[in-house]
Every structure is written in structure tokens, then in C-alpha cells.
């Protein structure tokens, strides 16, 4: 019985053995993406952490009682056990204060958890009712406050205070973007806030955990939240409240209600003015924020001294008799850098010109980043210095380590490839084939600009490589004026011809002549220089053997110095597709053609849309590698005998 022939044939192992090192470099350049993508992407990712305007705000207030009274006017006795609400981990004893109406209170106490039990009995009342909210909609879920309400108003229905709290999407609206990562809000979270509108789930959203796919994209740059308190302020004045759950009975404010604040940590001891906060870094812009000394805000303002600032002078009146002066930003010491008698102040060293001289009556924030303030006054020992209300830098909204934020990243400067290949189907999708701003239009249009630019930038190099070879001393005038062709920068040459075309009458913004033009006239250069290389590549006896048969000047060209050129002519044309199709790619971009890829390129880098970039680039690269591919395919019918 005869053996068994080989399970592949001759011609398959051949295509094997040439797709095998094809498929093995996609495979290692695919791998190789991921690292490139983190390396690229984590310095951003960290930069981004650690910046804090991109981190989530938290305004901090009195802890408000968790349970209105059933009488708020009633005195409550020592030992008596309250429980408040909005109670943080840091919150302790020694750092708070109980107080009602912007007063502290002198009454003791002792902290555990979020319930508070009195050693001293806290006279009435531990409330007074504001107004009921008025609804906004038929739904009892979008409520608007009562005038002179705020975020830091208490709000209770049905006697239980109601608590805000909504988480911000990780993702940056694009304005074609539906899908939303909210950390923490899971089962049971509220609407989704898209600015000012409430979306329901099941009718304006579909949840997954915490992602969340709205029924409509979101408008670029809008803000989108998600409730996960009871309710969230609904607009950035905050005049209005949005409820995540709509009670049977309606909201209402307190006008003033017994909280637990936060005491400022330093010695009150009548010397010492530095102070520090709880939380930090704080919000330097922050108008809400309320310092006060026992019963009274102080204010950050500042004063300017009245004489102005000549470089000069060296002492200065200001409005108050106190404060913290500061020169160009930087505190000045009294004693050392100036001395004070009342309003006047005298420098050791007159500030220089036009230097920012500045007073702090009050207080001065000395460092943001680790919330220190420091008074204008030393407070009295018994002195209460405590905070009714400021704004702080919480946490990263992106995450708590760079590699979260990477992933968090609403752009990335190389995406993952499995991220391009989720793209391939939405941006092919994108628009029908009989929209010019399809894809697939758009690649046709480009490679065939570029062929174009191929045909008519080779046909022109070779016509030149002959003239050149054949007249040597027309060589020598023009070449050096064809290298001086190639310097010009093409985003400068693009422009004029297109000013060219346009008194022409052509309408370059649909045409396809610039792309050719610009195509061919890179394309050219490396086809005559190689043609020229490739003409002249001939043995020099086979030049001599075809004289002494008496050939003419035709004869030896076609038969002697072409073949000889060929290869070198096919090379070239391989190295001109590339240049050609780059010149097509910047001609469609200048002339602002919306038909060719060139425009689609420039598009989705404006909108920030990387995946989409990398995915056009990809395209491009196939549209070169598939006219390299023809001008090979042409090389074996022209010439088949250089097929190895």
C-alpha cells in the first residue's frame, strides 16, 4: 500500500511559512501595546490624582440632630443620650463644640460615634421649624428650598433628617457618551442627575451595579451625578433639591437646629493665633466658608493700606489696628519685619515697589494644603474658635491609586487594543454607506487620491530619471533644484496651492486634485533617484556587446538598461506609495476635504476621541500596505523575472 501523502500540500506549507513570521509580528506588536499603554498612560494617571481640582469637594457643617424632638422647645437634662447625624470617624470629644443659632454652647458632653450623651442639661429649644419645601413636580421629588435655605440646612421628613450625598461619574461627557461608572453606588442608589434633569431608572437609565447606561447621551461636558443619599441639590445655585425616594410627607427645613460643630485644633490660651482644621487641603475660593470666634464670624477679607506702595516708603496705615499683614503673599512678623502703633505700621525695610501689601484683620489662611489658619487676635482663654461651614479637597474622584485613575481615564494616549477592537463596531456603524462621512467611503477616497498621486508622481520620475540619464548635463542643472524641491515643508506648500486652485475655479474642499498634486510632488523624489541609480546599474560589457551589434539608442535602453533598472524602479515606487498617501492625508487635512480620511483623522483628535484615531491610523497603515501590495503585484507582471 502506498504511503500516505503529506496532509498539506506544497503551495499551503508555502503560504504557511509566509503568514506564520506576518501573524507572529501582529502578535508580539498587540502584546506589546498593553506596556506601552500603561507606561504612556500612568504618569498622566498619577498627575491626575494628585492634582486637586480633580478631586471631589466635601462641604463640612454642623452635625445636625439626626431625630427632630417631638417637642423642640423642652429643656433636655444632663445624662440624656442624643443622636446626630453626618457623623464622620473624626469627630471627636475634644474637637467639637454643641451649638444652636451660630452660639456655642457651654454645656459638656462625651462623644461615641454619632451619639452624643449631655453631663450638662442643654436648654431649650433644639429646633425651630423653617418652612415646608414646595414641590416642583407632580412626582413629590424635586423640591425648591425656601428662601435664605442652603446646602447646609437641615432638612427632616417625617421627623428623620434626610441626608445629600451623590457620587459624580467617573467618565467626562462627550456628548456621544451613554455609558457611566458611579464608585459606591450600587443597588438601591437613586436617579441619575444629568445637570438639572432627573432620570428614573427603567425610564431614563438602566443600571448594572455601578454602571449605568442612560437612555440618551449625556450633552458634553455636562455634569452627571447619581443620588445616593436621600436627596441631592439639584442645581449649582441650590435653590432646588432632588429626592431619591419620594416620602409621603414633604420635606421641611429647620430654620436652626441643636448640631455638633467642629473645634478648631490650638491652644486658646490668649497668646497663640495659629489654628488648624480638621480636613484638608482646603478650597482657597470657597465663599461659604465660616469661621467664628464663640457667637462671631470672622472674615477673610483684607485691607489694603492706604499710601501706595513706592519702594520707598516704609510705613503704611490700614483701617483696622489688628490683623495679619502679609508682603507679596508671604507673612511679615511683627518685631521683626515691622512694628505697630494702632492702624499705623512701620517696616524694618520698605517693601519693594508695587509689592502686594495686604491686612487680615480676622484671619488668614496660612496653608491650604494642611488647613492652618492663623487669627488676626489671639482668642481670650474659654474663647471657642470653631467652623460653621468650609469647603475641602476629599478624596481623588478618579481613585485612590494611579492605576484606578488609569482605568478611570476618560481618554487614554495609547488605548488597550481590546479597547480599539470594542470601538471597530460602533465607528464602521456609525453612519450608512451613502453618507459621505462614512469610513469606508472615506478610504476609498483616500487611496484612490493616492493612487492617483502614485501614477502621476512615478510616471513623472521616471520621465526625469530618463532626461537625467540620457543628458547628463541637464542633470547636473536640475538636481540640486529637485533635492531643494523636497525641503519645503508641505503644511506651507498646501495652502498656496490651494489658492492656486481656488482662482482656478476648482473647489478643493470636495476635490481630489490637491491630494494628487501634493501625492505626486512627494512621491516623485525617491522614483527618479532610484530610476536614476537603477539606469545606470548596467555591466558595462553588456552596454559595449549591444554597440558592437550596431543597437540603437532605444534598443539599448529597452533591452539593457531597463530590465537592469527594474528592480530599483519598483523599490522606489514602494518607498513613493507611502510618501504619496502621506501627501494625500495633508492635502485632505489643509484643504479641509470632509470626503477623505484626512479630515476624519483631524475630526475625532479635536473631539478627543483616541480610540477612534488609532483605529484611522490602523486604516491608513492598510491603505499603504495594500498600494505597496499593488505596486508588488504590478512588479510580477511587468517584470516576472525578478519573482524570488
Known amino acids: 500500500m502506498a504511503g500516505a501523502g503529506p496532509l498539506l500540500g506544497k503551495a499551503t506549507r508555502r503560504r504557511l511559512a509566509a503568514a506564520v513570521p506576518v501573524a507572529v509580528v501582529v502578535t508580539i506588536v498587540v502584546l506589546l501595546m498593553y506596556p506601552v499603554a500603561l507606561w504612556l498612560g500612568l504618569p498622566l494617571a498619577k498627575l491626575r490624582m494628585e492634582n486637586v481640582a480633580n478631586w471631589v469637594r466635601e462641604t463640612t457643617a454642623p452635625h445636625p440632630l439626626a431625630e427632630a424632638p417631638a417637642d423642640p422647645a423642652a429643656p433636655v437634662p444632663a445624662g440624656t443620650r442624643l443622636e446626630f447625624g453626618r457623623v464622620g470617624p473624626a469627630v471627636t470629644t475634644d474637637r467639637s463644640v454643641l451649638v444652636f443659632a451660630g452660639e456655642p454652647l457651654d454645656a459638656r458632653f462625651e462623644v461615641t460615634g454619632d451619639v452624643v450623651t449631655l453631663a450638662d442639661p442643654v436648654a431649650g429649644p433644639l429646633l425651630e421649624w423653617g418652612e415646608a419645601l414646595t414641590a416642583v413636580d407632580a412626582d413629590g421629588r424635586v423640591y425648591r428650598l425656601p428662601s435664605g435655605a442652603g446646602a447646609g440646612t437641615a432638612l427632616y421628613a417625617g421627623g428623620r433628617l434626610l441626608t445629600p450625598d451623590a457620587v459624580a461619574a467617573v467618565e467626562r461627557p462627550d456628548g456621544a457618551l451613554a455609558t457611566f461608572t458611579f464608585p459606591g453606588a450600587g443597588a438601591g442608589a437613586g436617579p441619575v442627575l444629568v445637570n438639572d434633569v432627573v432620570l428614573l431608572e427603567g425610564e431614563g437609565f438602566e443600571a448594572d451595579g455601578t454602571v449605568v447606561k442612560l437612555a440618551a447621551p449625556a450633552p458634553f461636558n455636562a455634569t452627571v451625578r447619581r443620588v445616593t443619599g436621600d436627596y441631592a441639590l439639584l442645581d449649582a445655585a441650590g435653590t432646588m433639591i432632588a429626592l431619591a425616594d419620594p416620602g409621603a410627607a414633604p420635606p421641611r427645613a429647620a430654620r436652626a437646629v441643636l448640631g455638633l460643630a467642629e473645634l478648631l485644633d490650638g491652644a486658646v490660651d490668649g497668646s497663640n493665633r495659629v489654628f488648624q482644621l480638621q480636613h484638608a487641603p482646603l478650597v482657597e475660593s470657597d465663599a461659604e ?40 503673599g508671604v507673612e511679615a512678623l511683627e518685631g521683626s519685619d515691622y512694628t505697630r502703633d494702632g492702624a499705623t505700621v512701620t517696616f524694618a525695610k520698605p517693601p519693594v515697589r508695587n509689592a502686594p501689601l495686604r491686612q487680615y484683620p480676622d484671619y488668614l489662611i496660612l496653608d491650604p494644603a494642611k488647613g492652618i489658619i492663623e487669627l488676626g487676635t489671639a482668642p481670650q482663654p474659654g474663647s471657642r474658635v470653631w467652623a460653621a461651614s468650609y469647603t475641602y479637597y476629599d478624596h481623588p474622584s478618579c481613585g485612590t491609586t494611579p492605576l484606578e485613575c488609569f482605568f478611570s481615564m476618560p481618554q487614554h494616549p495609547m488605548p488597550f487594543p481590546h479597547w480599539i477592537a470594542a470601538r471597530l463596531g460602533p465607528f464602521f456603524g456609525a453612519y450608512p454607506l451613502s453618507d459621505p462621512r462614512n469610513v469606508i467611503r472615506a478610504t476609498i477616497y483616500t487611496a484612490g487620491g493616492t493612487l492617483a498621486a502614485l501614477l502621476f508622481g512615478g510616471a513623472f520620475g521616471v520621465l526625469l530619471a530618463i532626461v537625467f540619464v540620457a543628458i547628463r548635463p541637464l542633470e547636473r542643472a536640475l538636481l540640486p533644484w529637485v533635492i531643494a524641491s523636497q525641503t519645503v515643508p508641505i503644511i506651507a506648500l498646501v495652502p498656496v496651492l490651494i489658492l492656486l486652485l481656488g482662482n482656478a475655479g476648482i473647489v478643493v474642499q470636495t476635490s481630489m486634485v490637491p491630494a494628487a498634486i501634493i501625492g ?37 535602453f529597452w533591452k539593457v538598461r531597463f530590465p537592469a533598472a527594474v528592480p530599483y524602479l519598483f523599490v522606489s515606487l514602494k518607498l513613493g506609495a507611502a510618501a504619496a498617501l502621506v501627501g494625500a492625508l495633508v492635502a485632505e487635512t489643509e484643504s479641509n476635504n470632509r470626503l477623505g480620511l484626512g479630515y476624519a483623522i483631524v475630526g475625532q483628535v479635536q473631539a478627543g476621541n483616541v480610540s477612534d484615531v488609532w483605529i484611522l491610523l490602523l486604516i491608513s497603515a492598510f491603505v499603504g500596505i495594500g498600494l505597496v501590495a499593488l505596486v508588488g503585484l504590478f512588479q510580477r507582471f511587468i517584470a516576472p523575472w525578478e519573482r524570488r
Not at 297 to 317: C, H, K, N, Y
Not at 525 to 554: C, E, H, N, Q, W
Open 289 to 328: 466658608r465660616r469661621i467664628m470666634l464663640d457667637g462671631d464670624e470672622l472674615s477673610p477679607a483684607a485691607e489694603r493700606p492706604q499710601e501706595r506702595v513706592d519702594g520707598q516708603r516704609a510705613t503704611f496705615t490700614f483701617a483696622s489696628e489688628r490683623g495679619v499683614v502679609t508682603v507679596g
Open 520 to 556: 505626486a510632488y512627494i512621491a516623485f523624489f525617491p522614483v527618479t533617484v532610484g530610476t536614476v541609480t537603477g539606469l545606470r546599474a548596467v555591466d558595462p560589457l553588456s552596454i559595449d556587446l549591444m554597440k558592437s551589434y550596431a543597437a540603437t539608442p532605444f534598443q539599448l
